[in-house]
């Protein structure tokens, strides 16, 4: 079975600063996405950014960066230059290959404080 | 307007009430998902479609039944509903091609209770 998990429930980061949240994950595919989502206050669920497997390259958005170390099963976001709109809820999630079926595991979640 | 709707938003209903929650989607995608939020667990599956032939139970289906009217909506159900069902619930859809990074798009969530 596929499991996610986020061993941070919550954590703060001073405005402006850098601020990595931990993700790990076990499956034994090979092909496989992982994905950054964030919940603000609002409940709406916003994709950060995604990372294909089979791609060594970290995937970057902006401020947004992860660090994907397959071996370990380990997918890391760091943000960057930290705003006061980046707190929320933030959720790690997997997700297979199409060919084998495709459904999302989520972890439970890492609460994310902005502090001005 | 949103791409992935639902509604209620947020709604309070009575132990061993019938009671639907619907989703509806304008980005023409096939896949839809219904998610339960708790506190502490993250998101769960209940149900999933791939298309509006092809339904498929999630990780915790019990006490849940769905419906796909149409590739559109996408429609939960809680035939007889109980105290422990109370939570917040999602539904996402996503873009499957070929090749493609799947991503799933969520709705902006309806809040439950049970009393």
């Known amino acids: 079975a596929q499991t996610v998990t986020q061993s941070q429930p919550e954590m703060s980061v001073q405005e402006a600063e850098t601020v990595t949240l931990s993700c790990t994950y076990d499956?034994?595919?090979?092909?496989?996405?992982l994905f950054w989502y964030k919940q603000p206050p609002s409940r709406q669920m916003i994709l950060v950014i995604r990372?294909?497997?089979?791609?060594?390259q970290n995937a970057t958005e902006n401020r947004f960066s992860v660090n994907f170390q397959k071996a370990a099963k380990s997918f890391s976001l760091k943000i960057s230059d930290s705003q006061l709109g980046d707190a929320a809820m933030y959720f790690c999630?997997?997700?297979?290959?199409?060919?084998?079926?495709?459904?999302?595991?989520f972890g439970t979640g890492t609460s994310l404080t902005v502090i001005p | 307007d949103a791409d992935v709707t639902q509604t209620p938003r947020n709604r309070i209903t009575k132990t061993g009430k019938r009671i639907m929650l619907e989703c509806s989607q304008t980005?023409?995608?096939?896949?839809m998902y219904w998610y339960r939020q708790d506190p502490g667990l993250g998101l769960r599956l209940i149900y999933y479609?791939?298309?509006?032939?092809?339904?498929n139970k999630g990780e915790i289906s019990d006490g849940y039944s769905v419906s796909r009217q149409a590739q559109a909506k996408f429609s939960l159900s809680l035939e007889s509903a109980i105290p422990n069902q109370t939570a917040l619930y999602f539904c996402?859809?996503?873009?499957?091609?070929?090749?493609?990074?799947?991503?799933?798009?969520f709705g902006p969530g309806t809040r439950l209770l049970v009393l």
């Open positions: 996402a859809t996503s873009d499957w091609t070929a090749g493609s990074q799947e991503t799933q798009y």
């Open positions: 499956t034994s595919e090979s092909d496989y996405y």
């Open positions: 990372q294909e497997a089979y791609k060594q």
């Open positions: 999630a997997y997700s297979l290959d199409f060919n084998t079926g495709n459904q999302f595991y």
């Open positions: 980005k023409g995608h096939d896949r």
């Open positions: 479609s791939f298309d509006v032939k092809d339904i």
